[in-house]
């Protein structure tokens, strides 16, 4: 038996295994690629996406499980820039994945391949990426990315394009929680692989509020906010050095930009940023214009909580906003502006609600903590902090087939590493395609 492993794991180490994830085209004229590739061919075109340290900007067409890379240059040094001026507009690069990049460079490297990268360098979010020289690849060039590994993060602020709204993806910093808690029934030794635990047994998440730019301008969740104290951000590991007072600025949005703050419900990680503490010591809402919209039923909850739920509420981050008059209570699942309406999932709490956002036929989610990290795909992955796990359970089952079918764009508000992606059925089996 054990020599048969070994058989086999030697046959393996005999080649890269290597799936396309993209195929990259160098474009001029972006009106005349779109008039083909979208108009003429019918695909359909997905988020716009800003390379600001390649100066280029990127335009995704889906085509089955892989993509095209619509490629422009924004600047005249890009190096797109200089493979049009080079070679004229066509086949840029083309990008295979593969499962342990390191241990393809060397594979590649004793074969006598030319790299451009002896070594991986860092590419979009958290991944790692590493160019083979065309020389070695019959005129192509090839970049080798491997995806985000475990304890990958990603800051940014990322900006995508459904129809006729500029979704914008900001970032709060991240906290710790306990992965039992995470995890639920899951045995760490199974969730471990997925979120590396510190040695408090804490995971890693992000908060990611999403602004949708549209009718109006909307913040979706608002993250943890600043008014905990340091006993707070010791037991919850709290890192907000760079916050959504950075990414709002870095997204070109002061607070008094937003109209419509947006609550999938009201926990201290999704709420915590509705309100600041003025400099008398008052707490009053954060974003001087807006209306909070926030579900009935989750306003009730939050503000009689047992002893179940008490400690995720934290009443200074919503109790202003009442007293404020800026408050809006929703009953049931409606639109909030144009293309932007909520759905009750229940669950995690009984009324969380997560946010469809549809535009000219493209739509995205905004799934909260019906999913809040790629590690949450599997049905039965859910959260011990849910109140009612079976509602979860049937919630996020339908959510997952209505991905697929739908080809949403998900964003995952407390993966570390990953803000959006979609989901992807293969031979019965589900993945999640990072959006990076
Ligand atoms: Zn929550
Ligand atoms: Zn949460």
Redesign the pocket.
Known sequence: MRARRAEEAQREGTRVRAVLEHVGIAVRDLDAALAFYRDALGLEVQAAEEVGSQRVRAHFVSVGASKLELLEATAPDSPIASALEKRGPGLHHITLRVDDLDAALAHLKARGVRLIDEHPRPGAGGSRVAFIHPSSAHGVLVELEQAPAAGARDMRVRRYTVGNLELISLCDGFLRLDGGAMFGIVPKPLWERKAPADDRNRVTLAMRPLVVRGARTMLIDAGLGDRQDAKFEEIYGVERERNLDHTLAEAGLAPEDIDIVLATHL?F??AGGFTERTLGGAVRPRFPRAQYIVRRGEWEDATHTHERNRASYLADSFVPLAEAGVLQLVDEDRTIMPGVRVRRTGGHTQHHQMVLIESNGQAAAFA??LL?TLAHLPVAWVLGYDLYPVDTVSARKAFLAEAVRRDLLVFF??DPAVAAGRIREAGGKRHIEPDI
């Open positions: 926990h990680d999704h909260a903590d809040p508000e407390h």
